[in-house]
């Protein structure tokens, strides 16, 4: 009986170990970006976050109030038990609106404040990207030490054109400081500009922080541009991309929190299969 107790507790100590060496990541249900549900939001926010919980999603990363206060929106959250982890707000308002960011953040109860779109005419300059960095550095300075939220900047695609050595997005990491500054990786605009998500992990462990889980129909073809037809997002697992490779990768990474986005219009039934994937995994 001693010799069955020894080895229960070598067992359970080596289980525990080896969780502990993923760190604390993706331990939770997947969460839902807003943007997948915006116009049921946009009709009405109690009944959409009803549908979601009933789906047993409770980690919501919101990138509009519609039309909401951010106090009201939490008080809703608080009623059914969910929680908003991220909170995404435009360029514009980073730069130009920080103070009323981070209050609603805090408002929301976010830990995270996210941007998903650097503003540029045709082509991407470095001339631009270095202004965004330099704007990164600056706003996820006093997000983080006058309010303790972390700044992360999302990938749309057009940062990955070649720079130097590498691309424009390497540029971005290696020029913005990650006490202030991370990123949040969108898996479908590393792919469509042909590169791995999963290798991108490898690449930048530390540096990611959040993630959107999305998957594009086979045979659309690829491009740099952060623009494509919505209704191309398919259920995960019934595109192009490898989720489970990810999935791994992000396990082993300093990613805490990844949301499902489907920005198609086909939600209500491409969700739950997502999530029933996600699951499997």
């Known amino acids: ?10 067992i359970a100590f080596s289980n525990s170990s080896h969780a502990q060496s993923f760190g ?20 009405d926010v109690a009944t959409t976050l009803d549908t979601i919980k009933r789906m047993g999603i409770t980690n919501i990363e919101f990138s509009n109030l519609f039309k909401r206060t951010a106090k009201e929106i939490r008080q809703m959250l608080d009623e059914r038990g969910m929680r908003c982890t991220s909170f ?51 706003a996820g300075k006093y997000l983080k030490e006058n309010y303790d939220l972390m700044f992360c900047y999302h990938n749309h695609g057009y940062e990955f054109v ?9 540029y971005l990491v290696a020029n913005t400081d990650p006490k202030f500054v991370n990123f949040e990786l969108d898996i479908v ?33 690829g491009d ?8 191309s997002n398919v259920a995960l697992g019934a595109g192009q991309i490898d989720i489970a490779s990810v999935i791994k990768a992000a396990r082993k990474s300093d990613i805490q929190h990844y949301y ?22």
């Open 189 to 221: 605009w590393a792919y469509l500009p042909g590169y791995d998500p999963a290798e991108l992990i490898k690449k930048y462990p530390t540096r990611f922080k959040l993630m959107h889980v999305k998957d594009v129909r086979k045979g659309v073809k």
């Open 88 to 138: 995404g707000v435009s360029y514009d308002d980073l730069v130009g609106k920080t103070k009323e960011v981070a209050e609603n953040a805090k408002t929301l109860g976010a830990s995270y404040v996210r941007v998903a779109w650097i503003p540029h005419e045709g082509p991407v300059t470095i001339e631009t990207i270095k202004k965004a960095a330099d704007d990164f550095n600056k």
């Open 24 to 43: 604390k990541t993706l331990k939770e249900t997947p969460g839902i970006v807003s943007y997948t549900y915006r116009k049921s939001f946009d009709k």
């Open 260 to 281: 499902i986005e489907d920005e198609s219009n086909a939600v209500n039934v491409q969700v739950p299969v997502s999530l029933a994937f996600l699951k499997k995994l």
């Open 1 to 10: 009986m001693r010799q069955l107790i020894v080895l229960f507790l070598l």
């Open 162 to 170: 070649p720079y130097e050595k590498g691309t424009l997005f390497d």
């Open 224 to 231: 740099a541009t952060g623009r494509i037809d919505t209704d």
